[in-house]
């Protein structure tokens, strides 16, 4: 190479929430973006566009623009703004909940208008989807060079009942710290929990996680082993608490007070960075999701239990199944306390069971480490960028020609 030569770095544009928004999708693309970094030496730059439900949150670098998600014109602007710069691509996470209405509302301004080309991550595959539903995804899958999910159920959904091809789904997991196995108790220390069972839940709160129903089970865990504490660890979901304000927790509250479970539950209601949820983690002796949506296709908080080795007690959802195959956890029904009071007591009162839990889980979720899945994107982003045709897509030309016609009706 020579001397002082600079090659032009590949520039991604992302389209999703983004830090400080609080939000599990947010999250991920931040360190989505910081391991593609580690992955691509230097040869990489990333434009983040954000998604913002409310103003009032202040972004730094890499975020270039703030889309509001109600707002027609920011859509285009963005839309605008990545067809005339030297944006190399432009990788979409998608979620219904992320955009405004059941469609998505305006994101298929930004996908008619877009001439770069599109990778997409899918965070929801639904199985049987409203016609408005179906719809939007199928014209986000329309609009992709490429998509990625994260669960082999969601690459047979997609083929099966969206009839996207094979050849332009990829799976690349959900991407989860590269941390050491660890036991307990040090960390139980750090945490003021030495002499307890620890039971562990985390994740922003809403009704669908079905946290009242963990808690219906605690009486029978603390019969059985009344040393066991239940932390619950997360705030209130920022839209939950738009919508509906406190009440969820209020009512959490309200139920460990009636069941007599104050020295047995703790609610923490933060947003908590990474260094402090690997301490809980690694002092979980039993982590636990009891969400109460089958259709729930990846779950970080889930992936992260699993890649730290934790013994792993989850309801039936369908990132769960696949996360806790072979052995690397137990699955119980739906909507049933008893059964997941016996199936954590179980693990608590068997170090040898818990054990070979964690090692399975832990083994598996060496595949899946960040750094592992920001090498996939990357090199995913390379084959893309080598085989997207360089034409205008026709969902360009459409929206063209409407907007022409508008124009003119609007002289008229």
């Known amino acids: 190479m020579i001397s002082g030569t600079e090659f032009p770095k590949t520039k991604i544009a992302f389209l999703s929430s983004y830090p400080p928004r609080k939000c599990g999708i947010a999250t991920f693309t931040c360190d989505l973006v910081k391991n593609i970094s580690s992955a691509a030496d230097d040869t990489f730059e990333p ?25 027609q014109a920011d859509y285009i602007a963005a839309a605008n703004m990545v067809n005339f710069s030297d944006i190399d691509l432009v990788c979409l996470q998608y979620e219904f909940g992320l955009f405004e209405g059941p469609n998505g509302s305006f994101l298929p301004e930004f996908l008619r208008r877009l001439t770069k080309p599109l990778v997409t ?21 329309d609009a992709s060079d490429k998509i990625v999910v ?27 710290p590269d941390l050491p196995f660890a036991e307990t108790g040090y960390f139980k220390q750090k945490l003021g929990l030495s002499g307890r069972k620890t039971i562990l ?33 997360g705030a209130t979901h920022p839209e939950v608490m738009r919508h509906e304000g406190p009440i969820y927790k209020i009512r959490l509250e309200k139920m460990i007070r ?9 609610l923490d209601h ?32 889930l992936a992260f239990a699993v890649g730290t080795g934790r013994a792993v007690v989850s309801t039936p959802y369908w990132a769960a199944q696949e996360l806790l195959a072979d052995g690397r956890g137990k699955i119980v029904d739906f909507h049933d306390p ?53 034409v205008v897509r026709p969902y360009y030309e459409r929206s063209a020609v409407r907007d022409q016609a508008a124009m003119q009706a609007q002289i008229a």
């Not at 089970?217 to 603390?222: C, F, N, S, T, V």
């Not at 982590?287 to 729930?296: A, G, H, I, R, S």
């Not at 839990?357 to 080598?386: D, H």
Request: aromatic content about 10%; glycine content about 6%.
């Open 338 to 390: 008893p059964q997941m009071a016996k199936a954590i007591t179980e693990i608590l009162a068997n170090p040898a069971l818990a054990m070979n839990m964690r090692v399975k889980a832990y083994n598996y979720g060496r595949s899946i480490t960040w750094p592992r899945v920001g090498c996939a994107y990357w090199q995913l982003f390379q084959e893309v960028l080598e085989t997207a045709p360089a």
């Open 150 to 176: 994260m669960n082999d159920c969601g690459v047979d959904m997609l083929r099966q009942i969206y009839g996207v091809p094979g050849e332009k789904i990829e799976f690349i997991g959900h991407g989860i």
């Open 47 to 71: 434009q983040v566009f954000a998604m913002e439900t409310f103003a009032g949150l202040t972004y730094a670098d890499p975020v270039r623009m703030v889309i509001r998600r109600s707002s």
């Open 201 to 233: 839940t985390f994740g922003l709160l809403s009704k669908n996680k079905g946290i009242d129903l963990m808690l219906k089970a605690m009486p029978d865990i603390i019969a059985r082993d009344p040393s066991a504490v239940y932390i619950v660890l």
């Open 121 to 141: 991550t899918l965070h929801t595959v639904l199985e049987k989807p409203e016609p408005d539903f179906f719809d939007a995804m199928t014209e986000v899958c």
């Open 258 to 266: 009636s069941l007599g479970l104050d020295n047995h539950v703790v």
């Open 270 to 301: 933060r947003f908590v960075d990474d260094k402090d949820l690997f301490q809980y983690l690694k002092a979980a002796d039993v982590y636990v999701t009891p969400y109460l949506n089958k259709q729930q296709l990846t779950s970080g908080t």
